[in-house]
């Protein structure tokens, strides 16, 4: 496999590629997230937008969820950068997002300090909330309809 093209990101920006190998994202940490296009051997700048954070959407790889900075959230299509979806998030920085469960369609969001976090859980398909919880915090992530906070487990619906 030859290199056709190098690209040059700063070390602490976030580079992920979308589920259809389709875009390339680049968080600029607490500041804007950069869309480009994929095509054959360039990569081209789609659109940017003044974000906290992201989250790609398991088994919708023309979607991404955009966590901006007023503390919203909007379910975005990918290739228009048109807002679908646009709900509270209940956060407002960045590494806001904690985990994405797309059995149960549940994006988690958390904010505050590791000895008192908000975790908050909303529908993304919806923009309801389903449940706030406060906890201290280590290890968060949803699974199958359940929030698992270090080793204990709620149901989330």
């Not at 549940?106 to 993304?124: A, C, K």
Request: net charge positive.
């Amino acid at each position: 496999m030859a290199v056709v093209k190098t690209l040059n990101f700063k070390s602490n920006n976030i580079i992920q590629i979308s589920n259809d190998n389709q875009y390339l994202f680049e968080l600029i940490a607490g500041s804007s997230l950069n869309c480009y296009k994929i095509d054959g051997n360039n990569v081209i700048l789609q659109w940017s937008k003044a974000c906290v954070d992201f989250t790609l959407i398991p088994g919708k790889p023309d979607q991404v969820i955009i966590l901006e900075n007023t503390g919203n959230a909007a379910v975005t299509e990918i290739a228009t950068n048109k807002a679908l979806l646009t709900f509270h998030a209940f956060v407002y920085s960045a590494k806001s997002i904690i985990d994405i469960d797309y059995a149960t369609k549940t994006l988690v969001t958390g904010e505050g300090n590791y000895r008192n976090v908000n975790i908050h859980l909303i529908n993304f398909e919806t923009g309801q909330l389903i449940k706030s919880v406060l906890c201290v915090i280590s290890n968060v992530r949803t699974k199958n309809g359940k929030l698992f906070i270090n080793r204990s487990s709620i149901n989330v619906n």
